[in-house]
């Protein structure tokens, strides 16, 4: 595996999840395609989505419902593709989309690893790699960024660190699409700031490339101890991602309304 082979494999898999050609994130021009989600997408991408803007830092695809289509490929046209991602100009998509019944809902940075820089990383603990019988008694609270309670069954491998025979760090991945499994990594707050993190998401990234598939890593990015902790694990910012969904929808996820469940990015306490 090479690094790119890692970042094509990452491009054919943002293309199942919207609906284009991985070619397309290579264009020098903007792309808006039909909104298709394929059954290779990851698995935890739901509809209704109304709009995805993806950029892999050459352009933007965007892949559009028909009812936002002018307002988006306009959107895309008026400003450069990188300040598509960024206030203020998000505020001049989201009054529009609004008037579709629409919202900016989900917005995120994504990280591969650099095969030059991974690398197995001590932390002064006992690292021991987990599978998913390993699991069944770690669906707690302080694990809930490393394991999903509601997708248990993507939870597919693990590194665990361990000081006196207890758990004190945890990294997991989902196996959220068939090529590529995401990592999501907590620590213990008493444990944090010892290197505790970087040496679970390393190590973590390494068992999956071994098993062939590629290893992906998600964060806000505000949230700058998960972003730190990517990089010092070896990973490299690749892809970022905004969708809009219907109005509704949001409002549930803002709390407004106990019907829908919060959805779940992986991230980082360390």
Not at 225 to 242: C, M, Q, T
Request: include cysteine; glycine fraction near 6%; charge should be positive.
């Amino acid at each position: 595996m090479t690094n790119e082979e890692i970042l094509q494999t990452a491009m054919e898999q943002s293309a199942w999840d919207i609906g284009c050609a991985a070619l397309d994130f290579l264009s020098d021009k903007n792309v808006v395609v039909d909104y298709k989600l394929s059954k290779r997408a990851r698995k935890y991408i739901k509809e209704p989505v109304s709009c995805s803007l993806v950029s892999y830092g050459n352009n933007l695809v965007a892949a559009v419902t028909q009812d936002v289509r002018d307002v988006v490929t306009e959107y895309i046209g008026k400003f450069e593709f990188y300040h598509c991602f960024e206030t203020p100009n998000l505020h001049w998509l989201n009054r529009r989309l609004e008037k579709q019944g629409q919202k900016i809902c989900f917005m995120a940075e994504y990280y591969l690893p650099d095969l030059s820089r991974l690398k197995e990383r001590p932390c002064g603990y006992e690292l021991r790699t987990l599978s998913q019988a390993d699991f069944q008694p770690l669906y707690l609270p302080e694990w809930s960024n490393a394991l999903c309670k509601e997708r248990k069954s993507l939870d597919v491998l693990g590194v665990g660190a361990y000081h006196n025979g207890r758990l004190i760090g945890l990294a997991g991945c989902s196996a959220d699409c068939e090529k590529m499994w995401q990592i999501g990594v907590d620590v213990l707050p008493r444990y944090r700031r010892r290197g505790v993190a970087s040496a679970l998401t390393s190590s973590l990234a390494l068992e999956i490339i071994k098993r062939g598939k590629t290893p992906f890593y998600c964060s806000a990015w505000s949230n700058i101890r998960s972003v730190k902790n990517a990089i010092k694990s070896g990973f490299i910012p690749a892809w970022v991602e905004l969708s809009a969904k219907p109005a509704a929808m949001v409002d549930e996820i803002n709390g407004e309304c106990d019907l829908y469940p919060r959805g779940k990015c992986k991230k980082t306490k360390d």
